[in-house]
């Protein structure tokens, strides 16, 4: 055997793998993994197919579509009020994760040190760790996942190169208020540091609360690169597409990296998405549809032993199980899976550490029937 030093040593298969797994291994429902199981727009698949059949089958141009990325810029204005040159500030990806490897690959360099907040989504350490930076973690605590800002400001130092913010927040579906803007702006201002803002639900919040995108604030806008996927908007995960903006200058080097990684993306897909964007009302009702979904789970599980913990944006509801069995969470959703038949997944593999607060994430983007079937075994735990 040919010896190889792992670059990654620490690294496994994600949990997500691993749950989706288990569930399909035992016929369970499948709570854990974020996609959705019913079919996307119809219309939009009609657009991709046309795409094809006129010919757009070739590479695209590097950065993507033209006619796309005008039709993000538009999207982002509309939105946010901001505007992103299609020419040099957005680019087409390969999806969010695509996005954030490539930021994080363009900008790191061995002994930066990046802030992660804590649950993170599990690919921002691994990317910051191959570029030889440094994850600075920052665990937050339920219930509320709040942002500490005073630690924040004890952990930035002259090597801090950048903050990875993610909101709507996965797992927790916690968000950014006002508050935690004019923060994170007074920590940043006059200094070198860099965000990097995974916005994938940016359309997912809830109770009339707004969505404090990075485009919206100029001081962070103009040192942030933002990454989101359109799996996420038009339920069609398994698309992988998603964009990534950020100002001219950040986005240069963004692409240095994107064109000798992908160099471009899928084209009919690209022609098909940019011309289901033109209708605005594509995306428009997006939160009152996950809100409705959100509501009538939360209502479900009131009647169970979970307590709910709060979910103001993301397709995602954590519940703690205290005081309700003194397992640990993943042992508790590998139980649940194969004994009662719902698969969730456990808040602890979102921690470097694996800190355990007893709490499990379920994912209600499913069809009603999935979550009524799911509920009823729930409330039996
Ligand atoms: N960021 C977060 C927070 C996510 O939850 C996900 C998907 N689960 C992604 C990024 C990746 O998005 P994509 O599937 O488009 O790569």
Redesign the pocket.
Known sequence: MIAVTSKLPQTGTTI?TVMSALAAEVGAINLS???PDYHCSPALIGMVNKAMQQGYNQYAPMAGLMSLREQISQKVNNLYGAWYDPGTEVTV????????FTAISAVIHPNDEVIVFEP??D?YGPAIKLMGGIVKSLELSPPDYRIPWDMVRRLVSSKTRMIIL?SP???TGAILSQVDIDELTAIVKGQDILILS?E??EHLVYDGQIHHGMARHPELRKRSLI??????LFHN?GW???YCLAPANLMHEFRKVHQFLVFSVNTPMQAGIAEYLKNPEVYMGLAEFFQQKRDRFRDGLQQSRFKLLPCKG?YFQCVSYEGVTDEKDSDLAIRLTKELGVASIPVSAFYTQGTDHHILRFCFAKKQETLDAALEKLIEF
Do not use: E, L
Request: proline share 3%; net charge positive.
């Open positions: 997500f993994q974020g996609f990806t390969a999806g969010g994760t695509q996005a954030i993170a989504y690919s993610n927040q996965n797992p995974d994938v639900y990454t989101v996927s359109f799996g996420k995960t992988k597409m998603g993301s």
